[in-house]
């Protein structure tokens, strides 16, 4: 990936938080922080960047000359008007990040005055939960990508499997509820096949496992992979 195609997705990225927020003040209105998701006041946000300043500062232009603009557009946009931006501009958009920085800088030291070592002890904590969780993610999708077999669906996933032209108008929360309250209905004996069909699938599954667990080791992916 060029230079240019990296700027350009991470201001895409950027302009679709901004879109959702209806481009206010704040780059981040609208993206709740991981303080707010724990009940903690939320830190102070990072200054943006002049660059993003600039952007800011051209989007309303480029939509009123094209309503229809894509983000990716207005990125490229943006990134090729920067560098040929002139020095009084520049000096305006600098002046206003680095006394945002200083204010920033004061704003987050106070923050962490604030926090008691219980609340400080709860981020840290949250913070190796999520990176945990994505780590996970991650490894699921290399699998996958890898073609790593699916777990088959437990008995009661293959009840509804089997009911699923059944569902009608219902919601999907309506017909997973109903048909809950018949699997609970039924019998050892009827749900006897359902074992049966699960018990094969797992069995089934095993072996490909095995297998592509084998053909990974072989090409040297087991560490990556984590088998």
């Known amino acids: 990936m060029s230079v240019l195609q990296s700027t350009i997705s991470k201001v895409a990225s950027y302009c679709r938080g901004v879109n959702t927020a209806r481009f206010s003040v704040s780059p981040y209105l609208g993206r709740q922080s991981l303080e707010e998701k724990l009940g903690i006041q939320a830190k102070p946000k990072k200054p943006i960047t002049p660059f993003l300043r600039y952007l800011r500062m051209i989007r309303s ?11 990716t557009e207005i990125a490229k946009i943006g990134s090729e008007r920067w560098k040929n931006i002139d020095a009084k501009t520049f000096s305006v958009l600098k002046q206003e990040y680095d006394s945002d920085v200083e204010k920033y800088q004061r704003d987050i030291k106070e923050y962490d005055l604030r926090l008691s070592p219980e609340i400080k002890e709860k981020l840290l904590m949250e913070k190796a939960n999520m990176k945990m969780r994505k780590e996970k993610h991650d490894l699921k999708k290399k699998r996958a990508s890898l073609g790593c077999p699916k777990r088959p669906p437990n008995t009661f996933l293959l009840f509804l499997k089997e009911h699923v032209s059944e569902r009608g108008s219902s919601t999907y929360s309506e017909w997973v509820s ?12 009827q749900k006897a096949p359902y074992l049966e069909l699960q018990k094969k699938k797992l ?3 095993k072996a490909k496992k095995a297998k592509w667990e084998k053909d990974m080791e072989s090409k040297g992916f087991n560490k990556a992979l984590k088998i």
């Open 61 to 71: 232009e480029l939509i009123r000359e094209k309503p229809d603009i894509k983000v």
């Open 178 to 189: 109903n048909l809950g309250k018949k699997w609970k209905e039924l019998s050892e004996e």
């Open 203 to 205: 069995e089934e599954y």
